[in-house]
């Protein structure tokens, strides 16, 4: 059974992966609407990372990046979008969490979870790296700690600083 679940996620995420970023609308923390075929970072990789007020996890993971988030950008120019997929109820939550963390990503809201169901998302912490270009090369769920590193890793591999 877990054999057979394994298989899925990986053909789920293989599927996922080499393909443009889907065109929905998301919300940006002071309510502006905006159109996810502008993400981007003047043609340098970027990490979409979704998370949830409730998700533990994901909160690790942002925290972990948020710590050497400088660093990454200095070196590679790498820019991270984090894309809550509270409900819209819970939305006003979002930004007194991104203060208090202080967090310098730019985040958005995807409070009816359309761009989380257009990538096939279906467990958080999820993280998709794209490349200049605006292709998804690497995705992946969940977190332990350490695995940011993976991250860095991609975006050097894509920029040829190995």
Known sequence: MRKALLVAIVALLSATTFAQLPKVTLKTLDGKTISTETLSNDGKPFIISFFALWCKPCQRELKAIAEVYDEWQKETGVKLYAVSIDEAQNIHKVKPLVDQNEWEYEVLLDPNSDFKRALGVTMI?????????????????????????????????LIGNK
């Not at 700690?145 to 991609?154: A, M, R, T, V």
Request: charged content about 30%; overall charge negative; cysteine-free.
């Open 125 to 157: 912490p999820a993280v998709f790296i794209v490349d200049g270009n605006g292709k998804i090369v690497d995705s992946r769920n969940g977190y332990t700690d350490g695995s940011e590193n993976h991250l860095i890793e991609k975006v050097r591999e």
